[in-house]
C-alpha cells in the first residue's frame, strides 16, 4: 500500500490460484512455470474479472496479491485439497499448488464483494499469465493436453464464474493457513 493500514481496514483472504494438474483448458503448467507466475503475481492487481475480458478494460483491481508460496504435496492430498476431480500428467509423482493472498480496502465499495467471498457465492480465481514453451502431452498414444513451461510471468488473478483450473478458489479455512509443504 501507498500508506499505512491498520489490520482491521484491510480484507485478506488465501486463494489457491494455479495448480500442475491438467486444467479445463487441457493444459499443465510446469513446476518452473507455476514457481514464474508465484514470483511475479505479488503486486499485481486482484480484480472481479479478467481485465481484459471481451467487454474491454475494466478498470483498477479492487485489490493486490502478496504472499505467495508453492506448496509440494503428493498427488492425494492435491486432490484432497483442490476439492474436484483432477488428473496430473502420467508421470507426475506429486503435484504443486500455488497459494496466493489478496487484500481488498474494507471499503462500502468493497462490502458487496467481501461479503459475496465470505458467503462463497464469489470465489473461483484464474490468473492470466506469460509463457514460452506449449508442447504436447501423450496417453496411449493420443494426445490428451498440452504442458506449458519455460519462462512466464504473472499478469493478474481474477475471481471469475469458473476458471481453467479446477480447484482455483478461496480457501476456506479458520485460520487461512497453507498446508504444510512435504
Not at 473461483?124 to 496411449?140: H, L, Q
Request: glycine residues 8%; proline residues 4%; negative net charge.
Amino acid at each position: 500500500t501507498l500508506k499505512e493500514h491498520s489490520a482491521d481496514e484491510m480484507y485478506v483472504r488465501t486463494f489457491i490460484v494455479a495448480h500442475t494438474a491438467l486444467d479445463r483448458d487441457k493444459e499443465i503448467i510446469s513446476d518452473g512455470l507455476l514457481q514464474n507466475i508465484a514470483d511475479t503475481l505479488a503486486g499485481k492487481g486482484f480484480f472481479i474479472k479478467h481485465p481484459m475480458s471481451q467487454d474491454g478494460d475494466s478498470g483498477p483491481g479492487v485489490g493486490k496479491w502478496f504472499d505467495t508460496e508453492v506448496v509440494t504435496m503428493s498427488l492425494d492430498d492435491a486432490k484432497k485439497a483442490l476439492g474436484e476431480a483432477v488428473e496430473f500428467s502420467p508421470t507426475a509423482t506429486t503435484a504443486k499448488l500455488l497459494y496466493a493472498s489478496a487484500y481488498v480496502p474494507r471499503t462500502n465499495k468493497h462490502a458487496d464483494t467481501i461479503a459475496d467471498i465470505d458467503a462463497g457465492v464469489a470465489g473461483f480465481v484464474s490468473a492470466s499469465f506469460s509463457y514460452s514453451n506449449y508442447e504436447p502431452i501423450e496417453k496411449d498414444g493420443d494426445v490428451i493436453g498440452y504442458f506449458l513451461s519455460g519462462k512466464g510471468e504473472a499478469r493478474e488473478a481474477s475471481l471469475v464464474w469458473l476458471g481453467a483450473q479446477p480447484g482455483a478458489r478461496a480457501v476456506k479455512a479458520a485460520n487461512q493457513q497453507k498446508p504444510a509443504a512435504d
